[in-house]
């Protein structure tokens, strides 16, 4: 049997693949035929197949070699609908982002530009002051800001920088866990400071604080419990009792926000979560917070504070680690530049949590009116839901939806969920109770017909 198989220069010289090579690239098409050649052996090998078997693979083996080809030379990173609500989905991407930064990102990546070049003076200048600039237009003249890969990074550089060798104080109701890696203990074991933890799991008060404060004290850190809520018997101390007793003791008040909204979301009915400014206004003395959760842009993070922290925070050769590059630089100006100009319906973030009830139930009773005509052997019915915004914020804050629900006469609703990851492009949707749930505030504009059209491929 494996005598049957031809060899690679055998199959390069053939017409077909000779044509292939010419508009794909020799090697590619050469690794592709290897790659099909070594899989018919291994199936020799492992007896599975018969003589006919290999007879009837070697007939079609030119189609065998173009489709592997095909799923070598596509994306791994692809775009997908994503249909549970969940607007900050971690696994999706987080923020989508908003049109005017890749226009951007494009027209300063694909050529040079004065990222560190300064045109007034002709000489070296700093990546940060592009953004710095906006930052100061969105949160006062006397704020200073520097710009690192994410808010992980934000926080173990701030750390690093302020307490290395000292301790920093924090509720245990705060030592929290985001995402699996982010663990508040052991991100400041690596910044190579000392864990103060006070008070209990439920409750704090500003005298435990008080009451760790010796002379090896060097922060007060509080943290946003993000993706997780502590209720009943509860007490932790306001933002500008901790900034009062850091004055009094002359210790710098740092806050790990994690969401950092730029803009007040209680107008969109989410409560219970401060902007970066009102923490700032309430006296934190440097703040670190995610581009791409309420923000709406890239991935960085983002340190925002006291003009003289802020310049020891970037003066740590740690910096220079973990800085950004010149598309993230560019996707985060343009994102700033939509606050500036308060056109906020530019940035999908946030423009998701500002639908109105009304629009999302005009837009679902248009899909479900499609899928009844469209889709046979599906059951359609219209129910009320909740989107969460997830990537750690606000996570008891729900935004009221219409959601759709679909049974299928014949499919389960994990076979349904599996054929609708299977379309091109994908669609991520959720189940509850045996019924497929589409929520149509995180697909976006212009992707409806496409759900639809999954839905009829059934
Ligand atoms: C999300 C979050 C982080 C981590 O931020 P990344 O941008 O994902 O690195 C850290 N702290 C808090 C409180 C968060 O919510």
Known sequence: MYRRLPSVDELLRRASLT???????????????????????????????????????????EIAIEQQLDRALSYSLRPVINATGVILHTNLGRAPL??????????????????????????RGKRDMHVDRLFRTVLGEDVATIVVNNNAAAVM???NSLAEGGEVVVSRGELVEIGGSFRIPDVMQKSQAILREVGTTNRTRIADYERAINDRTRLLLRVHRSNFEIVGFTEQPLLEELVALGRRWNIPVLEDLGSGALFDLRSAGVQGEATVADSLQAGADVVTYSGDKLL??????????????????????????????KLVYAALEATLMAYVKQDY??????????????????????VAASLRARSTGTTVELIDGNSVIGGGSAPSAVLPTKLIAVEHSLLSADRILAALRKNDPPIVARVEEGKVLLDLRTVLPGQEDTVVRAFEQL
């Open 345 to 366: 319906d530019s940035i999908p973030a946030l423009r998701m949590m500002r639908i109105p009830f009304d629009e999302i139930e005009a837009r679902v009773k248009a």
């Open 19 to 61: 044509e292939l090579a010419r508009r794909k690239g020799h090697v590619a098409v050469a690794n592709a035929a290897r790659a099909v050649l070594d899989n018919l052996r291994a199936e020799i090998t492992s007896g599975k197949l018969t003589e006919d078997d290999v007879e009837f693979a070697v007939g079609d083996i």
């Open 157 to 159: 550089l701030a750390l």
């Open 98 to 123: 908003p049109q005017s930064t890749l226009d951007h990102a494009r027209e300063i990546s694909c050529a040079y530009s004065n990222l560190e070049f300064d045109l007034k003076q002709g000489g």
């Open 296 to 325: 709406g842009g890239p991935q960085a993070g983002i340190l925002s504070g006291q003009k003289d922290l802020i310049a020891k925070i970037r003066s740590n050769p740690m910096f220079r680690a973990l800085r950004v590059d």
